[in-house]
């Protein structure tokens, strides 16, 4: 299996950008999730959608502001984000697996890691 992440960029705060991650390999999985890594901090959950995207799961700190969604004929995950914060500034990696529902946001449930994609957020 293989995911590639693309979309990243350089941004204003209060603009958009919409992610995208494509799977490849065949297989599918229960769950596609996206996370985050600043400078200096530990990778944090940012996303997730289960049951062919029909369940959806949001960091607080997105919440509103960040839409995830799954095509599921095409093996691809979106996500959508809009009014950005320079807080938002990472690298943006997606990941797919079969998590339990009460760990979805733990990365230890995700069994492939795409490359992960920039996201710059200037103020």
């Known amino acids: 299996v293989q995911l590639q992440a693309s979309g990243g960029g350089l941004v204003q705060a209060g603009g958009s950008l919409t992610l995208t991650c494509e799977a490849s390999?065949?297989?599918?999985?229960?769950?596609y999730a996206w996370f985050r890594q600043a400078p200096g901090k530990e990778r944090e959950f940012v996303a997730a959608?289960?049951?062919?995207?029909?369940?959806?799961y949001y960091a607080d700190s997105v919440k509103g502001r960040f839409t995830i969604s799954r095509d599921n004929a095409k093996s691809t995950v979106h996500l959508e984000m809009t009014s950005l914060k320079p807080e938002d500034t990472a690298v943006y990696y997606c990941?797919?697996?079969?998590?339990?529902?009460?760990?979805?946001?733990?990365?230890?449930?995700?069994?492939?890691w795409g490359q992960g994609t920039q996201v710059t957020v200037s103020s």
């Open positions: 390999g065949g297989r599918t999985f229960r769950s």
């Open positions: 990941a797919v697996g079969d998590p339990i529902l009460s760990s979805v946001s733990a990365s230890e449930g995700y069994y492939y």
């Open positions: 959608t289960r049951d062919r995207g029909s369940r959806k």
